[in-house]
């Protein structure tokens, strides 16, 4: 059965990405978005995690409190746009581990080329994020996965800022046990594979580049 994305609705969230989406926010600004919007999704794709009862002291008495299991956690961005959602998400996960995936898409073929992977030595013990602001053909993330997997991986999460149904149909048929996280679901991919409306080249964007 395919599954579906888990799309955010959160206000935040949704008036960042309206920022995000206008052809005339700045570099700086966008840069600064995409980490906002990163961060928050963090705090709803999260949610799921387990906690176990501790006690700490308080300056007046002993208090009942809940911590993370203890569960380890890595955070892939696919580079290179995938690296604008990094900061955002240490801001609120600062002890998680960082690995690197480099994908490009090749202008005459639309396929991932893979030409960088640096994962943590550990990641089979830890809960993955794949970070991406873009899910478009599927591809990228598609091979991501792959080699997430490939190390051993078995509790993987994709997080985008902007998803198109054909990237996501190619995602999840692929992958149906991960879960997959995004602020929109656009409508289609345009002959030169852009997500329409989406908000153009996020690398660029971010980077300055265009």
């Given at each position: 059965?395919?599954?579906?994305?888990?799309?955010?609705?959160?206000?935040?969230?949704?008036?960042?990405?309206?920022?995000?989406?206008?052809?005339?926010?700045?570099?700086?600004?966008?840069?600064?978005?995409?980490?906002?919007?990163?961060?928050?999704?963090?705090?709803?794709?999260?949610?799921?995690?387990?906690?176990?009862e501790t006690t700490v002291e308080t300056p007046l008495a002993t208090a009942k409190t809940k911590v993370l299991s203890g569960r380890k956690l890595a955070i892939v961005p696919i580079l290179?746009?995938?690296?604008?959602?990094?900061?955002?998400?240490?801001?609120?996960?600062?002890?998680?581990?960082?690995?690197?995936?480099?994908?490009?898409?090749?202008?005459?073929?639309?396929?991932?080329?893979?030409?960088?992977?640096?994962?943590?030595?550990?990641?089979?013990?830890?809960?993955?994020?794949?970070?991406?602001?873009?899910?478009?053909?599927?591809?990228?993330?598609?091979?991501?996965?792959?080699?997430?997997?490939?190390?051993?991986?078995?509790?993987?999460?994709f997080m985008c800022i902007i998803a198109a149904p054909e990237g996501l149909k190619v995602l999840?048929?692929?992958?149906?046990?991960?879960?997959?996280?995004?602020?929109?679901?656009?409508?289609?991919?345009?002959?030169?594979?852009?997500?329409?409306?989406?908000?153009?080249?996020?690398?660029?964007?971010?980077?300055?580049?265009?």
């Amino acid at each position: 059965m395919e599954q579906k994305a888990i799309i955010f609705a959160h206000p935040l969230i949704q008036h960042k990405l309206s920022l995000l989406r206008d052809k005339n926010t700045g570099v700086k600004e966008f840069r600064e978005l995409t980490g906002e919007i990163a961060m928050l999704m963090c705090y709803e794709a999260t949610r799921d995690l387990t906690v176990v009862e501790t006690t700490v002291e308080t300056p007046l008495a002993t208090a009942k409190t809940k911590v993370l299991s203890g569960r380890k956690l890595a955070i892939v961005p696919i580079l290179r746009a995938g690296l604008g959602m990094v900061d955002g998400i240490l801001q609120m996960i600062p002890a998680a581990k960082v690995g690197h995936i480099g994908i490009y898409r090749d202008p005459n073929t639309s396929l991932p080329m893979e030409y960088y992977c640096k994962l943590p030595s550990d990641i089979a013990e830890r809960d993955v994020i794949l970070l991406d602001p873009m899910l478009a053909t599927g591809g990228s993330a598609v091979d991501a996965v792959d080699k997430v997997k490939a190390q051993g991986a078995t509790r993987i999460r994709f997080m985008c800022i902007i998803a198109a149904p054909e990237g996501l149909k190619v995602l999840t048929q692929s992958h149906p046990d991960i879960a997959v996280y995004c602020a929109a679901l656009d409508d289609y991919l345009d002959e030169n594979n852009y997500i329409v409306p989406g908000l153009g080249d996020a690398g660029d964007r971010i980077f300055g580049t265009k």
